[in-house]
């Protein structure tokens, strides 16, 4: 009544309206739409996820170039140490090193590329010498390891350097790909610009 005075017109009210239903194809396209952001949320999480962590170290995979200089350097190291990639991102170092003799291993928090490293392995026949552990590198205890390489960040490096300093045996070995280490001296500095590797050898007193 207050309505009709305030507007001036009758209001009709249709009480045979039906209500509105989603057709077949409509509930379909929904739900294919709604399963496709989820599917895509769980693959692309993982890859999104380090951004969130304290150093964020994203999937950047070693360069063809950066993978022969470790290489060069794996070539004349004591091949009967275990090999650890930290962060081992798509196990391409971790392969590498198994193709040519090494036990080695990856530490990698994305399941994705974990998944992918072990297929890797297996189909370049190296499973048996490889190792990949879904795992926070920072939790990783890498005290059974002869041979480290990482492909860091730049503000990652201090903290890095600390564990290792800690954590691994005397006589062993750490290469690192494009940011050095803030404090230790490099043995050997191979190659250049953003494939530069740096070779440390740890000595620790008997
Ligand atoms: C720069 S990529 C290097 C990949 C590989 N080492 C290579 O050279 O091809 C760094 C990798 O570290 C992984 N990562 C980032 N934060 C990590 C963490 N807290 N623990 C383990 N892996 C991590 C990323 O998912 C990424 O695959």
């Known amino acids: 009544m207050e309505l009709e005075k305030l507007v001036g017109t009758e209001i009709t009210v249709n009480t045979n309206a039906q209500p ?29 996820a380090p951004a969130f962590r304290k150093y964020c170290l994203p999937y950047v995979p070693a ?9 060069s350097v794996l070539k004349n190291s004591d091949k009967s140490g275990k090999l650890l990639d930290i962060g081992s991102g798509d196990g ?3 392969v590498a090193a198994a193709r040519n003799g090494f036990r ?8 994705w590329l974990v998944q992918y490293s072990r297929i890797s392995a ?5 499973s048996s010498r490889t190792g990949f552990y879904r795992k926070d590198l920072w939790k990783f205890d ?26 691994m ?16 001296k490099a043995s050997r500095i191979i190659g250049g610009g953003v494939d530069t590797v740096w070779v440390y050898n740890i000595k620790k007193p008997l």
């Not at 509105?20 to 294919?32: A, C, E, F, N, V």
């Not at 390489?149 to 954590?167: D, P, R, S, T, Y």
């Not at 750490?174 to 280490?181: A, D, Q």
């Open 92 to 94: 391409r170092i971790v």
């Open 142 to 167: 890498v005290s059974s390891y002869k041979h480290i390489v990482i492909f860091g960040v730049e503000q990652m490096m201090a903290e890095l350097e600390k564990k290792l300093n800690v954590e």
């Open 169 to 184: 045996k005397n006589d062993s070995q750490i290469i690192v790909c494009r940011f050095p280490l803030p404090n230790l």
């Open 20 to 48: 509105k239903t989603i057709s077949t194809s409509g509930k379909i396209l929904i739900g294919l739409t709604g399963g496709l952001g989820i599917a895509f949320s769980v693959i692309c999480g993982p890859f999104v």
């Open 63 to 71: 360069t063809t170039t950066q993978l022969e200089n470790i290489l």
């Open 122 to 126: 297996l189909t370049n026949g190296v």
């Open 104 to 111: 080695s291993d990856g530490v990698e928090l994305n399941p």
